[in-house]
């Protein structure tokens, strides 16, 4: 099996990725609707209201990520996902009913996109963390980066096919057909066989919501990353007011939303098979593509025809989701286990978090300033992230001159090392020490054979 998609050796990851992508076509088609209900059904094309929608669905992941990361660690991953996606899809037939009967108001909307964030608070850490528990810790980048390659090509297909719906047959059949596709999640669950699962250590019962922030207290790289995605989440990734607005500038109907959604959507999935093709996530690569975000943010902002501005979300796609792929790839890899899924939690509830922050300001600027101007306030959100790398990239020493001239980019040095000592058992050295317990100084040899000084250190014990 090729290198790109070599986790789906696994029975269990295969089945699980075809359930996730047929559901997230379903999700996509839901989320090209929802906006459009919200601009040209419920209010006459008020960006803001948009933003309050976008808020209300994107908070509760931050409110409750201490709880949402210790249910993770603590039940079973895969009930808890079976709870989640019934209860979601519950949610959309509720929604599609209300709009073919021509109930739904602006404040019913509101309240089910609130009553959808408190369901994805718990389902959004559980899904990622499951991703570890469906493959081996080596394949574990690859799994990643092809869920998000199943995320982006599903939309590729749901927008487009949302816009051609809405317009044929109206907004409530496409969160109907949502709501059908949420089965194929469900029976994928179902056909998960338990006893193929990667083993995990249980929690242990006296483990603590506050041990994940406590985690990534210690881990400075972390912190430089959760940085930078709390900025893109909070301002550069509001494509629902971005691309409805300009769809509307143009002149064109939801299809003209819908393709420019799935034209996004081409850029992303190239992004995702990228990042699965290589070998695991660096930091340096989602610092990077920050930057070139910014960059092309700012010439879409710019262009006078529809068609130009689609090219352009093409090269935006793919910034965005090198940027959050190789994020969480980084996340998977070099968190320990036993904090995994709180570490999840957190990073989740930063990115989503950043929403109800940023959406409300951006659908403002939009409403009031038009949607090149958003765009623009979306390119600063990604500038700043990358300088906030680049900056740490200096300030902690990890760019040095080479003998030769040119520059050596030292990042990743936080990987997980194996430590190896008798009788002590296994641990990574993120591990949280025990009070009082006798420790065994070791001594760490790091390799220098990777390019970039990444490669996993050998440790020896060394009797005191």
Not at 12 to 38: C, D, E, H, K, P
Not at 387 to 400: F, M, Y
């Amino acid at each position: 099996m090729s290198t790109m998609f070599r986790s789906f050796a696994s029975f269990n990851y295969r089945v699980w990725f075809i359930g996730a992508l047929v559901s997230n076509v379903g999700a996509w088609m839901q989320q090209t609707a929802q906006s459009w209900v919200v601009l040209t059904q419920l209010t006459d094309n008020d960006a803001s209201a948009m933003g309050v929608t976008m808020a209300l669905q994107f908070g509760p992941p931050l409110l409750l990520v201490g709880v949402s990361g210790w249910v993770t660690d603590r039940f079973d991953r895969r009930r808890i996902l079976m709870v989640t996606q019934s209860t979601l899809l519950l949610f959309s037939t509720a929604i599609g009913i209300l709009l073919l009967l021509g109930l739904m108001t602006l404040p019913m909307m509101f309240g089910f996109a609130l009553a959808t964030g408190l369901v994805m608070a718990f389902d959004n850490p559980a899904r990622q963390a499951f991703v570890s528990d469906l493959v081996t810790r080596e394949y574990a980048s690859n799994a990643v980066a092809l869920n998000a390659a199943s995320f982006n090509g599903a939309r590729m297909i749901g927008p487009a096919v949302a816009g051609v719906l809405i317009v044929a047959v109206g907004t409530g059949w496409v969160f109907l057909i949502n709501a059908a596709t949420y089965i194929a999640m469900v029976v994928a669950l179902m056909m998960i066989r338990a006893g193929e699962l990667v083993p995990r250590r249980a929690m242990d019962a006296g483990a603590r919501l506050a041990d994940g922030f406590r985690y990534v207290a210690r881990r400075p790289d972390l912190l430089v990353l959760f940085a930078m995605v709390f900025l893109m989440g909070a301002l550069a990734m509001n494509f629902p007011i971005f691309a409805s607005t300009m769809a509307l500038e143009f002149g064109q109907e939801a299809d003209g939303f819908g393709l420019l959604s799935s034209i996004l959507a081409i850029g992303s999935l190239a992004g995702a098979l990228l990042a699965a093709r290589r070998a695991r996530a660096r930091m340096r690569v989602a610092i990077l593509s920050t930057g070139l975000f910014a960059v092309v943010s700012i010439v879409s902002a710019a262009m006078p025809l529809y068609p130009l501005y689609a090219l352009c979300l093409v090269f935006v796609g793919f910034a965005v989701v090198t940027t959050l792929t190789t994020a969480n790839g980084y996340v998977q890899t070099t968190t320990d286990p036993s904090v995994r899924g709180r570490v999840l939690a957190l990073y989740m509830a930063v990115l989503m978090g950043g929403t109800p922050l940023g959406a409300p300001v951006v659908g403002w600027v939009a409403a009031e300033f038009g949607p090149r101007v958003a765009i623009l306030v979306g390119a600063a959100g990604g500038l700043v992230a990358c300088g906030i790398g680049v900056t740490w990239v200096i300030a902690s020493g990890r760019l040095h001159r080479r003998a030769s001239g040119g520059l050596r980019l030292e990042l990743d040095e936080t990987r997980p090392i194996s430590v190896i000592t008798r009788p002590q058992p296994v641990v990574a050295p993120e591990e949280f020490s025990n009070e009082g317990a006798q420790t065994t100084p070791i001594r760490l040899e790091a390799s220098d054979d990777d390019e970039d000084g990444e490669e996993e250190g050998r440790v020896r014990a060394a009797s005191s």
